[in-house]
T-cell receptor, first 113, second 118 residues
Framework: GNSVTQMEGPVTLSEEAFLTINCTYT??????LFWYVQYPGEGLQLLLK?????DKGSNKGFEATYRKETTSFHLEKGSVQVSDSAVYFC????????????FGPGTRLSVLP | GAVVSQHPSWVICKSGTSVKIECRSL??????MFWYRQFPKQSLMLMAT?????????EQGVEKDKFLINHASLTLSTLTVTSAHPEDSSFYIC??????????????FGPGTRLLVL
């Protein structure tokens, strides 16, 4: 079946540190890939997405590249801020209207001042 | 654009009562809406897929008589937790999908509803 694996958290970094959150997937076919962010007490917000191999999604200094050969979609940011503290979810979805998503377990990030 | 709202944002109720949660797409029409449940520090678990004008499709293990879903219009879906019990306490999140370019679409999530059953 389809699944998403993320690095276990929590991840604790100092402000301005480099961030990498690993995400790999298993899927029959070529899904779209997403990163969602959930701030404390809130719902999920779309952070970025990529719909085909070698696409790079980017937003708010975060970026991730769709790597078909390694079935990965690692999230990176060059310099994290305290306000980036949240839970990050990697997800996949196949094309087709109304297809539901498969989420990873989430990775909690804490950024210390 | 693509804003999804939920109401209420949190609710406390007594055991045995029913609670209705609304999910609205504010600036787009959503033929399909999804309902998720999230336990503390865990990922989202899909409960059901709701299509406007038809019966919802429930995931395995989700009681359809317990969690009633109605998708009466292109901008509104409701989840009713019937005869709620403390084990139903959770964070419920809805999402709505809109056709994207080509064949891919994106889901937009509501802010969630926290339910506490006493």
């Amino acid at each position: 079946g389809n699944s998403v694996t993320q690095m276990e958290g929590p991840v604790t970094l100092s402000e301005e540190a480099f961030l990498t959150i690993n995400c790999t997937y298993t899927a029959t076919g070529y899904p779209s890939l997403f990163w969602y962010v959930q701030y404390p007490g809130e719902g999920l917000q779309l952070l970025l997405k990529a719909t085909k191999a070698d696409d790079k999604g980017s937003n708010k200094g975060f970026e991730a590249t769709y790597r078909k050969e390694t079935t990965s979609f690692h999230l990176e940011k060059g310099s994290v801020q305290v306000s980036d503290s949240a839970v990050y979810f990697c997800a996949l979805s196949f094309g087709g209207y109304g297809q539901n998503f498969v989420f990873g377990p989430g990775t909690r990030l804490s950024v210390l001042p | 654009g693509a804003v999804v709202s939920q109401h209420p944002s949190w609710v406390i109720c007594k055991s045995g009562t029913s609670v209705k949660i609304e999910c609205r797409s504010l600036d787009f029409q959503a033929t399909t809406m999804f309902w998720y449940r999230q336990f503390p520090k865990q990922s989202l678990m899909l409960m059901a897929t709701s299509n406007e004008g038809s019966k919802a499709t429930y995931e395995q293990g989700v009681e359809k008589d317990k969690f009633l879903i109605n998708h009466a219009s292109l901008t509104l879906s409701t989840l009713t937790v019937t005869s709620a019990h403390p084990e139903d306490s959770s964070f419920y999140i809805c999402s709505a999908s809109t056709p994207g370019q080509g064949y891919q679409e994106t889901q937009y999530f509501g802010p969630g509803t926290r339910l506490l059953v006493l």
